[in-house]
């Protein structure tokens, strides 16, 4: 992807967790970039990969897992980044909007008390100059600073996800990772955060790498989108692209999948199948068994990512030369 | 009597310090596992301050709850190690008045040692609401 | 009764796996070995220490020899004879008070927490009086005006510690019982006895399981308290007894350690090995308390060192 100026570049990422049961790929060679003030949408069905991608950009995988690849931010791979650069890297570099605010605040401290907190890990700040700087941010993300001071529990939905905005702008960050922001709010105060988040952005200039099963909420504000299937990408280009002729026969399906509130009530498309469980080594194609223009010999090799239009890649052999000359 | 008190006292908390370590470690490996936790680390704190502050604070609560409980065995724990170690303390005059069958004396104990314990309890349920912003009302 | 059969059936799967995981526990398995090996010890109290350990065999206060394995006592009882049968007294009476502890708990607690009402509150008040009473005070108490035999000092140790146990139970029926399959079960029109052993008492059965090792822990640990304390059944042989009978004798001021520390160190023991496994079942319920060395990390670091291994691709749940 071209980038206009890259803000992080992923390239070949693997990440496997030691289980019980063996060792489980999670993510497996998964590469893109994000320009400045790019918003990469990265889409992908429960148990595809995306939290764990979200995760091991900043590293807060748990201990059994592992990760290969380069991330490279700033000039530096994160994945070999000591521990004080890491911890100058995490919120100052990159920062994370978690999924359920309410889990991921701290209940027994203020809001205030979480944002100074942040503010003071990473800059020599009196606490009173750290405290004056609350107010402007809580104002920022639409939250009256009267209630600072309000512990998490006292707060409604919407102003949650709202604090933990707050917290991931606090150090203005290059690049903010949204892991599904909306998913548990209802539908008017989903499309409030996502506006406000919009604004942010057109205001401060950060970049987003926004983490959702709900395509339509990505496909809309997205600049480029990302699909991913079964640990690995199927499809990434510019969303416009992307949505307009979709190449992968999953972007396809999730497409035909939704409704429009205009338009006709057709008939809803249904993807057969069940989600992976694969067990054993790579049997080629992943979505071959719920593929509906599946060809013999598909389920023999993996497909690899390429470039099928400028900008617009895929992972599928449909569209793999050397493979359509079989 | 402050000297003598060495000997049963660190009896006493050698064999209890077990018991609050195994519920504070089950407490704080089930706290660590809680998203604010990878919230806390991908803000950049540092580990001691994540420990603390967000760890140890939150675990330490169902921690305190089983502290009101724990006094009552720390009286009873009291009575046998005062009674080993000749300490004239409550445990061993009630000990005593059980053994002469003294009843208003034993009366008057057990009065003592109930109401001491009650006292403790109401600390302990004070400290916990100073802990948990959740259960106060505005 | 296919229900009943089908409830059987998953309990007995669920069984099967953590009876895998509890014989692979280290903790586990000492545990039992060591209450096994005590039990048989008691068992076998006649073939080990041949005759009656409370007759007197030789000079008093005798140091440990190849005649008497552990000394005499003041009295000059064998010390070593006095050891084995108490196994007997110390662990029946303890296991006998923690079973009826762990019934009556279970029971009030289920009843509390499954009737609700004025039956919960009756229940939760009397629960709070008898845990707000220190226990070994009252146990004291009780036993200065009963008398003093081993049902009674039984009766006694259960009354002063059931409360822990039911309100343990209580608090986790609570939780259970609000659930959603309990009330399906309850608008299917099923009748309250079936509902409480078939719904809510497999929820419960692993709480169950470690209240009756704590019941069992304390009932040794309490008996030999009281026993201690003079207020037992002086007239059995066991390891609380010994210990009374040391104390009286100034053991500790006479220096004739054998009187005290082998009883004492099979208390210790004892309760040590019902802890263990105590633990060990709270591991098997919660894997979170295992420590961090299990397959998983080990697989990843022998990979690392370039053995093959399978590979499976599917994302971990809460990822």
């Known amino acids: 992807m071209p980038p206009s100026e890259t803000v992080l570049d992923v390239q070949g990422l693997n990440v496997e967790f030691g289980t019980a049961g063996g060792i489980v790929r999670a993510v497996t060679d998964v590469s893109f970039s994000i320009g400045r003030g790019e918003v990469l949408g990265l889409v992908g069905e429960s148990g595809s990969g995306k939290s764990t991608v979200a995760h091991a950009l900043i590293r807060v995988l748990p201990r059994s897992a592992r990760c290969t690849g380069a991330v490279t931010f700033g000039g530096a791979n994160v994945l070999a980044m000591s521990s004080a650069q890491l911890r100058r890297y995490r919120w100052e570099g990159v920062s994370l909007v978690m999924q359920g605010a309410m889990n991921a605040l701290n209940p027994v401290l203020t809001i205030e008390a979480q944002i100074v907190d942040a503010i003071r890990a990473h800059r020599r700040v009196s606490r009173r100059a750290a405290l004056a700087s609350v107010g402007d941010l809580l104002e920022l993300v639409g939250i009256d600073p009267g209630r600072r001071r309000a512990y998490p529990h006292e707060l409604s939905g919407g102003m949650r996800q709202r604090c933990v905005i707050a917290i991931a702008l606090a150090l203005e960050p290059d690049l903010v990772i949204m892991d599904e922001p909306t998913t548990a709010l209802d539908v008017v105060v989903q499309r409030s955060i996502m506006d406000e988040i919009d604004r942010l952005r057109a205001q401060l200039g950060f970049s987003v790498l926004l983490i959702s099963h709900d395509l339509d909420l990505v496909a809309e504000r997205a600049t480029h989108l990302a699909i991913m299937y079964a640990g690995r990408l199927a499809e990434i280009g510019p969303a416009a692209r992307v949505v307009a002729s979709p190449l992968h026969p999953y972007t396809e399906a999730l497409l035909s999948s939704t409704m429009t509130v205009d338009g006709d009530v057709g008939r809803l498309a249904e993807l057969p199948g069940k989600p992976p469980d694969l067990t054993g080594p790579d049997a080629g194609c992943a979505f071959f068994p719920r593929c509906a223009r599946a060809r013999p010999g598909h389920d023999e090799v993996v497909p690899a990512l390429l470039e099928s239009e400028p900008g617009h890649y895929v992972a599928c052999h449909l569209y793999d030369d050397r493979v359509a000359a079989r | 009597m402050i000297v003598h008190a060495v000997l049963p006292v660190a009896t006493i908390v050698a064999v209890s310090v077990g018991n609050w370590l195994i519920v504070m470690r089950s407490s704080m490996i089930s706290v660590l596992s809680e998203d604010y936790i990878t919230m806390a680390t991908a803000k950049g704190l540092s580990p001691l301050r994540i420990a603390l502050n967000y760890g140890a604070r939150n675990a330490l609560l169902p921690v305190t709850t089983s502290a009101g409980i724990a006094v009552g065995f720390i009286v009873s724990g009291a009575l046998l190690t005062e009674v080993v170690f000749s300490y004239s303390g409550v445990g061993y005059l009630l000990y005593t008045a059980v053994e002469g069958l003294d009843y208003p004396l034993i009366q008057g104990l057990l009065l003592i040692i109930t109401v001491g314990v009650l006292g403790a309890n109401l600390l302990v349920d004070l400290a916990y609401v100073l802990l948990d912003p959740r259960v106060r009302r505005p | ?319």
């Open chain 3, 1 to 319: 009764m296919s229900r009943a059969s089908a409830v059987l059936g998953a309990v007995r799967s669920v069984a099967r796996a953590g009876w895998a995981r509890l014989t692979s526990s280290k903790k586990a398995v000492f545990g039992a070995a060591v209450v096994l090996a005590l039990i048989v010890i008691g068992l076998l109290a006649p073939v080990i220490a041949p005759g009656n350990p409370a007759a007197v065999v030789g000079p008093q206060n005798l140091p440990p020899s190849a005649q008497h394995l552990l000394g005499t006592t003041g009295q000059g009882n064998d010390v070593f004879a006095q050891v084995v049968w108490g196994t007997r007294n110390s662990l029946a009476v303890g296991f006998l008070t923690g079973a009826v502890i762990a019934i009556a708990g279970t029971v009030i607690g289920l009843s509390a927490a499954f009737f609700g009402g004025w039956t919960d509150n009756v229940l939760t008040l009397l629960m709070n009086i008898f845990l707000v009473i220190p226990g070994l005070p009252l146990i004291v108490v009780m036993a200065a005006f009963l008398p003093r035999t081993t049902l009674s000092v039984s009766f006694v140790l259960a009354i002063a510690g059931w409360a822990g146990s039911a309100r343990v139970i209580r608090s986790q029926a609570l939780s259970v019982v609000r659930r959603d399959y309990v009330a399906a079960a309850t608008v299917i029109g099923e009748r309250s006895p079936r509902i409480i052993f078939f719904e809510v008492l497999p929820g419960l059965s692993s709480l169950i399981a470690t209240v009756l090792f704590g019941a069992i822990g304390y009932g040794i640990g309490s008996l030999a308290a009281l026993q201690f304390l003079g207020l037992g059944n002086l007239n059995t042989v066991s390891w609380g007894t010994i210990l009374y009978w040391a104390q009286n004798n100034s053991a500790l001021l006479q220096g004739t350690w054998w009187q005290f520390v082998p009883a004492g160190a099979c208390l210790a023991v004892a309760c040590a090995a019902i802890s263990m496994l105590n633990f060990a079942i709270d591991e098997v319920t919660n894997p979170r308390l295992r420590t961090i060395r299990d397959r998983g990390a080990r697989l990843l670091r022998r990979r690392a060192r370039g053995q093959a291994r399978p590979v499976r691709q599917e994302e971990p749940d809460a990822a």
